[in-house]
Nanobody, 125 residues
Framework: QPQIVESGGGLVESGGSLRLSCAAS????????IGWFRQAPGKEREAVSC????????NYAESVKGRFTISRDNAKNTVYLQMNNLKPEDTAVYYC??????????????????WGQGTQVTVSA
């Protein structure tokens, strides 16, 4: 099974950018669809974006469309989440997750199999 590690979180001012990385070891990440999720204090976890195993399909939450971009480099066994024009409401712990899917697709539900430990993103006003 893949061991998933997120990185790239931090503190940024409103309007700033961050790029999160999701790296895997132990199994080739290209086998899996990848989802990014986030959870803010006192709130339920929500799906942010996902990308299919082949990279041909992506989905985004309405709240991040036009600001976030998901991509993957299977040669580097890494998936990225580029976050631009960050807002204070984007503050959360961001998690990367992996799951197998039938075909080149991804889902925005939370039923992913493997999860990372999360990386904190804090956006100041």
């Amino acid at each position: 099974q893949p061991q998933i590690v997120e990185s790239g979180g931090g503190l940024v001012e409103s309007g700033g950018s961050l790029r999160l990385s999701c790296a895997a070891s132990g199994r080739i990440l290209s086998y899996y669809a990848i989802g990014w999720f986030r959870q803010a204090p006192g709130k339920e976890r929500e799906a942010v974006s996902c990308i299919s195993s082949g990279g041909g399909r992506t989905n985004y939450a309405e709240s991040v469309k036009g600001r976030f971009t998901i991509s993957r480099d299977n040669a580097k066994n890494t998936v990225y989440l580029q976050m631009n024009n960050l807002k204070p409401e984007d503050t959360a712990v961001y998690y990367c997750a992996a799951r197998m899917t039938a075909g080149d697709m991804c889902v925005m539900t939370g039923d992913y199999t493997y999860w990372g430990q999360g990386t904190q993103v804090t956006v100041s006003a």
